[in-house]
């Protein structure tokens, strides 16, 4: 009965994927300019950094992090800004796109848990998001050749699987926040910004300001990119691989957690009062 009802769920998730596939190709200019955008915004934050330091290298990096090729170590750290939008953006307006459809109230009627949605819209969002970071990689690689140990791919892999469990849990909150406020993309810029902002993207976590870098542990992200970065340039972290990868699992229970409670809170809440149709 409980492999019954997995594949029943799974099969419903596939097919949320599907459907989003069949909307984005149906759009073939947006969709193919969609995957040479993030190129263009990673762009100014390489040349801005080669324009300061006077080089690719880095003294100042090397003697923070044990490694001072700033073009891969912004380049890595950029990627996980697309991860972040991911969820943010494609899982948090999941719902409200099925709004702008003329849809939700179909879906939230069929017998399957609304979570199935916004999970169905998250394996499309990091598909997408996947097949766009290989594109950026083999652009910017073309370009600057980026240096990184190749050996370094699969832990590297194993540890973005792990930090996007906790960016489903963010997402599922905006989708449920969504519900309620309808223009959610307020609060989804908020935390992009802020998350965006005390996550070691493109700088080291040590010129944060000592309050930020306690908030900053506090984020799967941090840890997510941190460990990425010591695996594939040889990034120092201050603390072992264990200890950042228990860290990183225990804020990904945490927010998945925290994110599918919110989300069930909500739904339950829409339904109760009526205000799911609202627009």
Do not use: C
Request: proline fraction near 3%; charge should be positive; aromatic fraction near 14%.
């Amino acid at each position: 009965m409980m492999m019954e009802r997995l594949r029943y769920y799974l099969s419903a998730i596939w097919a949320e994927n599907l459907k989003e596939w069949k909307i984005e190709l149906s759009y073939k200019v947006d969709f193919i300019r969609g995957f040479f955008e993030p190129f263009v915004f990673v762009l100014p934050y390489l040349l801005y950094g080669l324009a300061l330091v006077g080089g690719r290298h880095s003294s100042s990096l090397l003697k923070l992090t044990g490694t001072g090729d700033i073009i891969t170590f912004v380049v890595i750290g950029y990627i996980f800004m697309g991860f972040l939008n991911t969820a943010l953006w494609g899982m948090g307006f999941a719902l409200r796109k099925e709004q702008y459809y003329g849809t939700l109230e179909s879906i939230f009627v069929s017998p399957l848990p609304r979570w199935i949605y916004v999970g169905g819209m998250a394996l499309h969002s990091t598909m997408h998001q996947g097949l766009i970071i290989v594109i950026q990689m083999i652009l910017i690689h073309s370009i600057f050749r980026l240096i990184f140990d190749i050996g370094g791919l699969l832990p590297s892999l194993i540890v973005i699987a792990i930090m996007l469990v906790a960016l489903y849990g963010l997402g599922m909150m905006i989708a449920a926040l969504a519900l309620i406020y309808k223009q959610g993309w307020v609060i989804s810029e908020a935390l992009y910004s802020l998350i965006s902002i005390i996550t070691p993207i493109a700088y080291p976590i040590s010129v944060l300001p000592l309050f930020l870098q306690k908030i900053s542990k506090l984020l799967p992200t941090t840890y997510g990119i941190l460990t990425v970065r010591h695996f594939l340039i040889g990034e120092e972290m201050g603390f072992s691989v264990g200890t950042s990868l228990a860290r990183l699992f225990v804020l990904s229970m945490v927010w998945i957690t925290f994110g599918l409670f919110i989300f069930s809170v909500v739904d339950r809440k829409t339904r109760m009062e009526g205000t799911l149709a609202h627009y």
